[in-house]
């Protein structure tokens, strides 16, 4: 089993920026990929980004250029961010951590951009 904590969130400007963390409470070198997603009102939870143990990402087209995602194995933590939000960024996020075996969620953390 593996606890993910995310942090971070709140309410930000549109063009602003956050940075969420993600921390495990253990070793994260045996998930083969990290990821990030997201959930809106009234949607599908969707994949925002994702970071692979060779540290190989993919982005959402939506994302692209604007978020990066980072892992720290030594901190057992993973980075999203988030730069130049807009108000279609608002929406719960949530941390995931997948292997083979094992599929692990975090809580979720409030993501709102408005002025």
């Known amino acids: 089993q593996v606890q993910l904590v995310e942090s971070g969130g709140g309410l930000v400007q549109p063009g602003g920026s956050l940075r969420l963390s993600c921390a495990a409470s253990?070793?994260?070198?045996?998930?083969?990929?990290m990821g990030w997603y997201r959930q809106a009102p009234g949607k599908q939870r969707e994949l925002v980004a994702g970071?692979?143990?060779?540290?190989?990402?993919n982005y959402a087209d939506s994302v692209k250029g604007r978020f990066t995602i980072a892992r720290d194995n030594t901190k057992n933590t993973v980075y999203l961010q988030m730069n130049s939000l807009k108000p279609e960024d608002t929406a719960v996020y949530y941390c995931?951590?997948?292997?083979?075996?094992?599929?692990?969620w975090g809580q979720g953390t409030q993501v709102t951009v408005s002025s």
């Open positions: 995931n951590a997948r292997s083979t075996f094992e599929d692990y």
């Open positions: 253990r070793s994260i070198l045996t998930f083969y990929i």
């Open positions: 970071v692979s143990t060779s540290d190989s990402t």
